[in-house]
């Protein structure tokens, strides 16, 4: 397995390194000090995972993050002293699988890392799915309705492609929470009503009196025809 450390800060990496190593003996560690070096070793290196601080010298991290997502779906983990609710639901958004404050602590990090690559990877056998009005190329993140075509975000693909697996059952708020970001957190959930919000602005004639995205109070999302 090979991780990929964008930080600036040496003490930190050699921290995030020696907890690593506990979890993963045999694990790749990669690091760099830049955002835009980072992002050259993403593409280059195509690391199991990314940790990523927001406060790099060179670049803001969620613009790391932007770049990042326009070329890989790899997890990335915001590692970072900013805790405001604002950057935490803009890096979900931008498609961080995870959010964790500094300071850290080292066995959660393992644990977090964990549950990120325990999470089953879409295959191209059901990155296509179809269903009623819908065709969701899941990979190009690119859905089809009608004679309309929608690209989406990635956190927009992830969330189509679980209404459309399981459509038209509805798929449970902690479940979206847990595809996420690994675990269920209330800001996470308040991150998918944006994202949902947001489909619903593309797909819907009116989004205030949606047709196809529809909302179980209290428990979830399903689709319907």
Not at 95 to 100: F, H, L, P, Q, S
Not at 122 to 135: C, I, M, N, R
Request: some cysteine; aromatic content about 8%.
């Amino acid at each position: 397995m090979k991780i990929l450390i964008i930080e600036d800060d040496y003490k930190i990496v050699q921290a995030i390194s020696f907890a690593l190593k506990i979890g993963w003996p045999d694990v790749t560690l990669l690091s760099a000090s830049r955002g835009e070096s980072g992002l050259r070793m993403i593409e280059e290196q195509r690391p199991n995972l990314v940790i990523l601080d927001l406060s790099l010298p060179d670049m803001d991290g969620l613009e790391v993050l932007k770049d990042a997502r326009l070329f890989c779906d790899t997890p990335i983990i915001v590692l970072t002293v900013r805790s405001e609710e604002s950057d935490v639901v803009e890096a979900l958004e931008l498609g961080a699988n995870e959010y964790i404050i500094k300071p850290f602590r080292q066995m959660e990090l393992l644990a977090r890392i964990r549950c990120i690559l325990r999470r089953p990877i879409t295959t191209s056998k059901d990155a296509l799915l179809e269903w009623g009005p819908f065709k969701l190329d899941y990979f190009k993140r690119l859905l089809f309705i009608n004679e309309k075509t929608v690209i989406l975000t990635t956190i927009e693909s992830q969330i189509m492609h679980e209404l459309l697996k399981d459509a038209p059952n509805i798929v449970t708020y902690s479940r979206l929470s847990e595809l996420i970001s690994g675990g269920h957190y209330p800001e996470v959930v308040n991150s998918i009503k944006v994202h949902v919000y947001n489909l619903r602005h593309k797909l819907e004639a009116d989004s205030y009196a949606p047709k196809y995205i529809m909302n179980m109070h209290g428990v979830g999302y399903f689709l319907s025809k």
